[in-house]
């Protein structure tokens, strides 16, 4: 998973880990499960979840799960060699329970959950009842899991899907994004009740500091 660290950028998650670590949910317990989405496809969310786990795992005693929840774009399974192995999509149809699809990353307090086989994650569709049983195990095993999911505006899912999670991450390609589209998004947020952690400028110019986070 070396190929999807950033070099030079690791103090800038670092902060936002941080940040995060500081950050609870409504009834002032920790984040447990929030997600990283963006406006479009190929913003970098995959890349911008595989650095903050990794920042966030630089705690010790913490268990940090990465989660593939893109089966539009499974690009961290694929980036990892796990495109075709049981994950996500198989628990969610019943193909297997969430302990036999955990797979152990690098480091030894981080795991990976891959997005399942193609067929399983074909066969999911855009409904989230399922989803909640599953959402409810994750913080039986880690402390926090990260889910890399598809772009808001993409799929019917994203959206019901970050109601039931903790909180979400919304990442923005500097020069790309659209200042209209990101607004339409965070009401689309704010509409479904989910709480918007904050927004990663993503790829900016040299010339500006690569990588920026503000919360809103």
């Known amino acids: 998973g070396t190929a999807l660290i950033q070099d030079g950028l690791g103090d800038h998650y670092r902060m936002l880990a941080e940040r995060l670590r500081r950050m609870t949910r409504n009834s002032g317990e920790p984040l447990r499960v929030i997600g990283i989405t963006s406006s479009t496809p190929r913003e970098g969310v995959t890349t911008v979840a595989a650095n903050l786990t990794s920042a966030l795992a630089t705690e010790e005693q913490k268990r940090i799960a990465l989660v593939d929840a893109n089966f539009t774009r499974p690009g961290l399974s694929t980036a990892l060699g796990l ?25 030894s307090n981080v795991s990976v959950i891959p997005a399942g086989t193609s067929i399983a994650r074909e066969r999911c569709g855009f409904d989230t009842a399922n989803w909640e049983p599953v959402l409810e195990q994750l913080p039986r095993h880690f402390d926090l899991a990260v889910l890399d999911l598809p772009a808001a505006t993409t799929t019917s899912l994203c959206l019901p899907l970050t109601a039931l999670i903790d ?28 709480e918007l952690l904050g927004v990663v400028f993503n790829k900016r110019p040299n010339h500006i500091p690569n990588w920026l986070y503000r919360r809103l």
């Open 83 to 107: 495109a075709e192995r049981n994950g996500l999509a198989d628990v969610l149809v019943g193909g297997c329970d969430l302990e036999e699809v955990i797979q152990e990353g690098d480091d």
């Open 167 to 194: 909180g979400v991450i919304l990442v923005l390609e500097a020069e790309r994004a659209r200042t209209r589209v990101a607004y339409r998004i965070k009401k689309s947020f704010l509409e479904m009740d989910a």
